[in-house]
């Protein structure tokens, strides 16, 4: 039973590159989310999908698409990556009773 | 909207108690959440108050009181390696939680 797994562990980007961040759980979890962490501003939502087939903007998604593969996977995709980009990326599922499971994370600086 | 006020840091003696406050803003409001993080790792779930008053696990307590839309996280017997960054969160009705800003704990040997 590994929980949350994300790849990669670290990225660097050339402004202007793509990339798809990976998030797979074998909790059985309907909802996923993706979060990224900056320095003194906490988690911010970037997209969360309560549902396989199911996806939501959250407070900060601009710049960003997520794709909910199947109950397992929910992807997050950079199309243009910019310096405002860098920064730890979080993916969790949850529980019925609102209780998170995050993963490792992914550190992304863009160049 | 949302949204979930703490202290941004909080200092404390080791052995001692600290209680770390919360309040919010949020429509649709169903419960509160507690997560732990440590420098470098990934948020750790504390605890989920759906009803108000007080749950109790180990050295840690959280409480709700909807009427005053304010949470707390109490740590009791504190520890060096409590030293982390906590964060408050509320689930609502629109499916998705919001964190607050975290308060980061400094513990006093």
């Known amino acids: 039973n590994a929980g949350v797994t994300q790849t990669p562990k670290f990225q660097v980007l050339k402004t202007g590159q793509s990339m798809t961040l990976q998030c797979a759980q074998d909790?059985?979890?309907?909802?996923m989310y993706w979060y990224r962490q900056d320095p003194g501003m906490g988690l911010r939502l970037i997209y969360y999908?309560?549902?396989?087939?199911?996806?939501d903007k959250g407070e900060v998604p601009n710049g960003y698409n997520v794709s909910r593969l199947n109950k397992r996977e929910f992807s997050l995709r950079l199309e243009s990556a910019a310096p405002s980009q860098t920064s730890v990326y979080f993916c969790?599922?949850?529980?019925?009773?609102?209780?998170?499971?995050f993963g490792p994370g992914t550190r992304l600086t863009v160049t | 909207g949302q949204s979930l006020e703490q202290p941004s840091e909080v200092t404390a003696v080791e052995g001692a108690i600290v209680q770390i406050n919360c309040t919010y803003q949020?429509?649709?409001?169903?419960?509160l959440s507690w997560y732990q993080q440590h420098d470098g790792g990934a948020p750790t779930f504390l605890s989920y108050?759906?009803?108000?008053g007080l749950e109790e696990t180990g050295r840690f307590s959280s409480f709700l009181s909807r009427s005053d839309s304010y949470g707390y996280l109490l740590l009791q017997e504190l520890q060096m390696k409590d030293s982390a960054s906590y964060f408050c969160?509320?689930?609502?009705?629109?499916?998705?939680?919001?964190f607050g800003k975290g308060t980061r704990l400094h513990i006093l040997p």
């Open positions: 969790a599922s949850e529980t019925f009773n609102y209780e998170q499971y």
């Open positions: 909790m059985n979890h309907n909802s």
């Open positions: 999908s309560a549902s396989e087939g199911t996806t």
């Open positions: 949020t429509s649709g409001f169903y419960g």
């Open positions: 108050n759906a009803l108000d």
């Open positions: 969160a509320d689930a609502n009705r629109d499916d998705k939680i919001i």
